[in-house]
């Protein structure tokens, strides 16, 4: 094996553990966007890391045919070299020639299953956007209490936003009557991000990836973590446009209410997760919408200690309770890995081996 498929597969095994690691790391919650960095980094590198090394492990150098070059030019070489027949000529016969074939063909097939999961995800996620702003059409109007939104009669609490060329953000009849001026203000600034930030983007890759590997823990948990990276990240924008404590009660109204986010969509609170239930007990305690501000923040402050996870509490903790974000030199050094971790497999993947 030659030393670029090594360190191929070196990176590709490695980034299962990595992730995992990743996902549980408390670190993530201190700088959301270099997290998320080094998560797509993560990704990237763990594509074409496999891709490469099952390539390469088929194509490995071969001297006299291939030379010293690069794993896609190794693979095309084997499979131009079969094409033409040569793979089965007599004095050409290699007992491992059929183990070798089937490692590149599998390289190719995972490579056509990421394209494939990623483009088939794309237009999912276009279609049903496109239907569900054709709904909103028909049934949502404005409101002057929301100005930018579209308001829907619906009684249960719910606020998102619809991403894309003709981005919406949402907020139900629910919503109105739950939260007060100062924070609707927030949970509008909180969407606003999404849409100029275009976190789902970002999101894309990782639904892609769960697509492809339903059965995959570590996908599961892959896109878990991002989801909620992002969700922090829209709450430190909105930080800069309202205070925490609106946003945090906002949250924990929201997310108490437990409604379901459409598909394709991102909302400031997904009840479908579970994640209310952490705070739900603490809102309910605090008096629900009639009460004030600062007791509904404490109880659910108090309910999310108390359950000790959900993403909804999480948030709510973090804001309550903002922690350092990281020094700079552990910023170079995530940022650094992420470099290292999209670089060096796709360099290796043309370079001389």
């Known amino acids: 094996m030659s030393p670029a498929v090594l360190i191929l597969a070196v990176v590709a095994a490695g980034s299962v553990p990595a992730a995992s690691a990743l996902a549980s790391a408390r670190w993530p919650g201190r700088s959301p966007a270099a997290a998320i960095l080094l998560w797509q980094a993560l990704g990237l590198g763990w594509g074409l ?15 006299a045919d ?23 000529e007599p004095g050409a016969a290699d007992p491992l020639s059929d183990l070798r074939l089937i ?3 599998a390289g190719l097939v995972l490579f ?7 483009v088939a995800a794309f237009a999912a996620v276009l279609r049903t956007r496109r239907r569900h702003r054709d709904l909103l059409t028909l049934l949502a109007h404005g409101d002057p209490k929301v100005p930018g939104a579209l308001v829907v009669d619906h009684p249960a609490a719910a606020a998102y936003c619809v991403p894309g060329l003709r981005s919406r953000i949402v907020i ?10 100062a924070e609707l203000a927030a949970v509008l600034a909180h969407e606003r991000a999404h849409l100029r930030e275009r976190h789902d983007l970002v999101l894309l890759p990782f639904n892609a990836l769960l697509r492809a590997f339903r059965w995959s823990a570590v996908a599961r948990r892959a896109e878990s973590a991002v989801a909620l990276l992002v969700e922090m990240l829209a709450d430190d924008h909105a930080l800069r446009h309202r205070p925490a404590r609106e946003l945090a009660t906002a949250l924990i109204r929201v997310g108490a209410a437990g409604s379901r986010v459409p598909s394709g969509a991102l909302a400031i609170a997904d009840g479908g997760a579970g994640a209310s239930a952490s705070v739900a007990g603490g809102a309910s305690a605090a008096g629900g919408a009639g009460a004030d501000a600062a007791s509904v923040v404490d109880a659910g402050a108090a309910g999310a200690s108390a359950a000790g996870g959900g993403a909804v509490a999480v948030r709510v903790a973090r804001l309550l309770r903002p922690a350092p974000g990281l020094s700079a030199a552990a910023l170079a050094l995530v940022c650094g890995t992420a470099g290292l971790l999209a670089t060096v497999p796709a360099a290796l993947l043309f370079i001389s081996f």
């Open 103 to 105: 490692s590149v063909a």
């Open 49 to 63: 890391a496999a891709v490469g090394a099952l390539a390469g492990l088929g194509a490995g150098p071969e001297p």
């Open 172 to 181: 139900s009849a629910g919503t109105l009557e739950l939260l007060d001026q």
């Open 66 to 88: 291939i030379g010293h070059v690069g794993v896609v030019r190794a693979a095309l070489a084997v499979a131009a070299r079969v094409l033409r027949g040569r793979a089965f």
């Open 112 to 118: 056509a299953l990421l394209c494939w999961v990623l």
